[in-house]
């Protein structure tokens, strides 16, 4: 899908690509520099959050969209907010694409960290560089960190999207959302949990909130599996 509004503001386009930055991005940037200053880190390190942060994200979100083009599923938006990034698209695809374009954006990430990780430690200038040598582990870091967290299985993350996907593959619609959104509620509610004892805040929230966006749509299809067989889609199962 396509949103009809933008509550950002736009950065550019790369073809058929449309990207946009909401404040609450901005937000986002700043709570990385400052729990860096909490820490005692240097201002000018810590300030190396906000581009590792901006870029790491929005090529993630190009890595979706630019296989989205690949599959010449049309145009595309990228929207990077408090919580991260989205791709937008409106497209009449099949399960196995929808799989590809899922990937895309984790194996992006995993590229930049490798890049990174290889660049710093064969180059000599990199690790002189006081700058280079404090961005690059940043850079590592946050792109593996980012890969690891959408590719767990709860929807709607990239993992989350394959299983549901893989599901629709091999099962009815109705039983794929359903199976793909009790286990998302499972999986959340125990990122929850460990992100709590981990003291990491904005990982529970956004565990919390995966957790209730996939305990509604179990919830559409439990009231669709209470309603009378002749008020039921044929496709169900």
Sequence with gaps: MQENEQRGFRIGTLGPISMFVEPSFLILLGLFVVLDLDRKVPVRLALL????????????????ALMISLLKHGPSTITLSGFGGVTRNQRDSRPWQDILISLAGPLVSIGIALGAALLFRESAFVRSDPMLAAMLPILVWANKSWAIFNLLPIYPLDGGQVIRNFFLMITSPQRAFS??????????????????????????????????????EW??????????????????D
């Design 49 to 64: 959050w906000i581009p590792v942060v901006f870029f790491s994200v929005l090529l993630h979100e190009l890595g979706h």
């Design 179 to 216: 199976i793909s959104s009790v286990t998302s509620i499972i999986l959340g509610v125990g990122l929850a949990v460990l992100a709590l004892f981990l003291r990491q805040i904005f990982v529970a929230v956004l565990a919390a909130m995966l957790v209730m966006q996939n305990y509604r």
């Design 219 to 236: 919830q559409v299809y439990r009231n669709w599996k209470q309603r009378p067989p002749s008020e039921q889609d044929p496709g169900g």
